[in-house]
């Protein structure tokens, strides 16, 4: 029996990891959480159902200053590790505010972003008038794109891609030979979507706010540390890096109380190790 051609997060029954096939456990009502028993990944068919996600990216990209320190941080290892960058790619570009932050920290680089929305995209270009701002899908874009880059970035983007594996194997051919791909994403194990997913079982499926709220329907796929290892193996790519990062309080949204109380569970987290975010450094 041959490995399922379509993916979950397309309706079908395959992991977006790494193609084994997933079971539905949690069910959200307008979308189901489909879990991986080989990589432990999770991915949702919100996509496919076009579940309105409710997400308001306004009140995301107004605060993107809260992540410069990381930016910043990530331009200045990668300059550690060897010359600075001369081509950067950043995926999923949004307005075009890392592209902005990498003009002033490298003013010499060649700056390319890819952003799905065409309103984003624009804003982008025009926040970037010397970049070069490319709005579509990105496995499309790249697909017509000519070159190699030394440093490709994904910001929160990766969790929002159906096919995850595809786009990685994409960017991998577009990385020159030394070249550096960073990502950071969701990582399912930390505790608040762990205590999301733990409230619907414990429950019997009742209680459903606390997993849909960690599992928000513009979240395709949930990641593990092993399903991002077989990830950067079916790459042909090293991940020399990793560490982990919190949601900054100026991203959440919510009561105050509420913001306040998860804010001081993800520091917590944090200091002992783990996080909501994973951060990776690749190389092939």
Same mark, same amino acid.
């Given at each position: 029996?041959?490995?399922p051609?379509?993916l *979950?997060?397309?309706g079908?029954?395959?992991?977006p990891v790494c193609? *084994?096939?997933?079971?539905?456990?949690i069910?959200?009502g307008?979308?189901?959480?489909?879990?991986?028993?080989?990589?432990s990944?999770?991915?949702s068919?919100? %996509?496919? $159902?076009? /579940?309105?996600?409710?997400?308001d990216?306004?009140d995301?990209?107004?605060n993107?200053g809260?992540?410069?320190?990381?930016w $910043?941080?990530?331009?200045?290892?990668?300059?550690?590790?060897?010359?600075?960058?001369r081509?950067?790619l950043?995926? %999923?570009?949004?307005?075009?505010?890392?592209?902005?932050?990498?003009a002033?920290?490298?003013p010499s *680089?060649?700056?390319?972003?890819?952003e799905?929305?065409?309103?984003?995209?624009?804003?982008a270009?025009?926040r970037n008038?010397?970049?070069?701002v490319?709005?579509?899908d990105?496995?499309?874009?790249?697909?017509q794109m000519?070159?190699?880059?030394?440093?490709?970035? @994904?910001?929160?983007v990766?969790?929002h891609?159906?096919?995850?594996r595809?786009?990685?194997?994409?960017?991998?051919?577009r990385?020159?030979?030394? %070249?550096t791909?960073?990502?950071?994403t969701?990582?399912?194990y930390? @505790?608040?979507p762990?205590?999301?997913?733990l409230s619907?079982?414990?429950?019997?499926?009742?209680?459903?706010?606390?997993?849909?709220?960690?599992?928000?329907?513009?979240?395709?796929?949930?990641?593990?540390?092993?399903?991002l290892?077989?990830? =950067?193996?079916?790459?042909?790519?090293s991940?020399t $890096?990793?560490?982990?990062?919190?949601?900054? $309080?100026?991203?959440?949204?919510g009561?105050?109380? /509420?913001?306040? *109380?998860?804010?001081? @569970?993800?520091?917590?987290?944090? =200091?002992?190790?783990?996080?909501l975010?994973?951060?990776?450094? @690749?190389?092939?």
């Amino acid at each position: 029996m041959g490995m399922p051609q379509v993916l *979950a997060t397309c309706g079908g029954d395959g992991c977006p990891v790494c193609r *084994a096939p997933v079971r539905p456990r949690i069910h959200l009502g307008a979308y189901t959480l489909f879990a991986c028993e080989t990589c432990s990944c999770w991915c949702s068919d919100a %996509g496919a $159902r076009n /579940v309105p996600t409710g997400f308001d990216p306004a009140d995301y990209f107004d605060n993107d200053g809260a992540d410069r320190a990381r930016w $910043r941080s990530l331009l200045s290892n990668v300059a550690e590790q060897g010359e600075m960058p001369r081509k950067i790619l950043d995926v %999923g570009c949004g307005t075009g505010a890392f592209l902005e932050e990498a003009a002033h920290q490298v003013p010499s *680089a060649e700056l390319t972003g890819i952003e799905l929305d065409p309103e984003r995209a624009a804003l982008a270009r025009r926040r970037n008038p010397e970049a070069h701002v490319r709005q579509g899908d990105a496995l499309r874009v790249l697909s017509q794109m000519d070159g190699r880059f030394d440093l490709i970035t @994904l910001w929160d983007v990766f969790e929002h891609v159906c096919d995850p594996r595809a786009l990685l194997q994409a960017l991998a051919t577009r990385l020159r030979e030394g %070249g550096t791909i960073f990502i950071q994403t969701i990582h399912e194990y930390s @505790l608040v979507p762990t205590l999301g997913r733990l409230s619907y079982r414990l429950t019997g499926g009742r209680l459903r706010t606390a997993a849909r709220r960690t599992h928000e329907a513009h979240h395709l796929v949930f990641f593990s540390r092993a399903g991002l290892g077989l990830l =950067a193996d079916a790459a042909n790519l090293s991940i020399t $890096r990793r560490w982990y990062d919190r949601l900054a $309080r100026a991203r959440m949204d919510g009561h105050p109380v /509420v913001t306040a *109380a998860t804010a001081a @569970l993800l520091t917590a987290e944090n =200091a002992m190790g783990n996080g909501l975010f994973i951060n990776l450094v @690749l190389q092939s």
